[in-house]
Each structure stands twice: as structure tokens, then as C-alpha cells.
């Protein structure tokens, strides 16, 4: 059923598509993704007189200093349209998952359609990292060793490029022994997916 309503909204989104002025790739003016059980179609304002405004319009972070392109020689990092196809694909059909790393209050205000929130702080809590990582496929063993052969291939993004939330997570990741091949770093975050006009929705 679920498989019949995408297709659907997918066939009225291909016929309105063919009017966006402000499309992502020249191929592509949106995708469709679940969030919280709904089909959302998440495309960019068409408004082209559109400008930044409020938190993420602000250049200067005090204390933050720009995140490099490659936070971990092993761990991928990934710009926008990968990360709109890593929703479309594996986010749709459950192997992966996207993560929002910013505090709860944020992540409630607004986040990138599909995403989940985990705080950041949380990799500070043993108890609640045991659970999230049996969330995500992998399994404890007897001999204290972690199981991680049907894990979830799983993105992280927080605030910005200026953010260093989802590096500092995604390396606690990699000492509890998650796969770097299984992870991915979305750098531009919530401000750039903004910046881009991309469609955000409220988690109330």
C-alpha cells in the first residue's frame, strides 16, 4: 500500500515538476521521502527572489571553526544531491538512515524531511549508545565484541559547515567499532540545506 501511495504522488509530482524554475540537478526537480509515516516531497523554494533569513543566515559562529571535507580518511563525505539520492534509495526503502544531530529543541522547530533526531550529547551516554546501535542492526556478543555484519547505513549532519557535532560522533561511532563503510557525513547541515531552499519540516 505504502509502494502504491508513493507512486502516485510521484506521477502528480512528475507532471507539476515540469514547471519548476528552480530545480536541483538539471534532471531533477524533487524526490519523495517518508517522514513520520507521510509521503513529503521535498524540492527547493521556487520563489527566486527567495532570501535567507533568522539562526542560519549568521556568518560568524564564536568558537566554531569551518569542519574540513574529510573529517576521517576512512568516512565518506557527501554534498546535497548525495544525500537527496541516499534518501530517495535507501532511506525509502529502510537500509539507512538519516540523522540529525542537533539538540531536541532544534530538531523540533525544523530538519531535513525523513530525518531522526539523536543529540549529539547522547554519545556521552553508554546506556542509550547500546541502544541506538541495536536500533541500527548491531548486536553484542557474548565476548563483549560488537556484531555489526547488518548494520544500517546511516548519514550525519548537524548545524553547518562550522559544526562540529556529527565529526564528534561519528568518531565515538568508530571506536565502538561501526563500520566507516556503513557511515556518512553530510557537512553542509541544516544551514546549507536551508541556504539551498531545500523543504524542512516542524517535529512538534
Not at 527547493?44 to 569542519?67: C, M, N, S, V, W
Not at 537500509?95 to 533526531?117: C, F, M, Q, W
Not at 541495536?134 to 548486536?139: D, I, M, R, S
Amino acid at each position: 500500500m505504502r509502494k502504491l501511495i508513493l507512486l502516485f504522488v510521484l506521477t502528480l509530482g512528475a507532471w507539476a515538476g515540469q514547471f519548476d524554475k528552480v530545480k536541483i540537478t538539471p534532471d531533477m526537480s524533487y524526490i519523495y521521502v517518508y517522514h513520520k509515516g507521510k509521503a513529503v516531497k521535498v524540492h527547493r523554494i521556487q520563489d527566486t527572489k527567495h532570501k535567507l533569513t533568522g539562526e542560519y543566515a549568521k556568518q560568524y559562529r564564536p568558537g566554531q571553526d569551518i569542519q574540513p571535507i574529510k573529517m576521517h580518511k576512512d568516512i565518506q563525505t557527501i554534498g546535497e544531491v548525495e544525500l537527496l539520492h541516499f534518501m530517495k534509495t535507501k532511506g525509502n526503502d529502510k537500509t539507512g538512515i538519516l540523522v540529525d544531530l542537533r539538540p531536541k529543541r532544534a530538531y523540533r522547530r525544523e530538519s531535513i524531511p525523513s530525518a531522526v533526531n539523536i543529540p549529539s550529547s547522547t554519545k556521552n551516554d553508554k546506556v542509550k549508545l547500546e541502544k541506538i546501535l541495536k536500533v541500527l542492526g548491531a548486536k553484542r556478543l557474548d565476548d563483549g565484541s560488537l556484531d555489526t555484519s547488518k548494520v544500517m547505513q546511516v548519514t550525519f549532519y548537524c548545524n553547518g559547515l562550522w559544526c562540529d557535532k556529527a565529526p564528534a560522533f561519528i568518531k565515538t561511532f568508530l571506536e565502538l567499532g561501526y563500520p566507516s563503510e556503513k557511515m556518512l557525513y553530510y557537512r553542509g547541515g541544516f544551514q546549507m540545506w536551508k541556504i539551498l531552499g531545500f523543504t524542512t519540516v516542524t517535529n512538534q
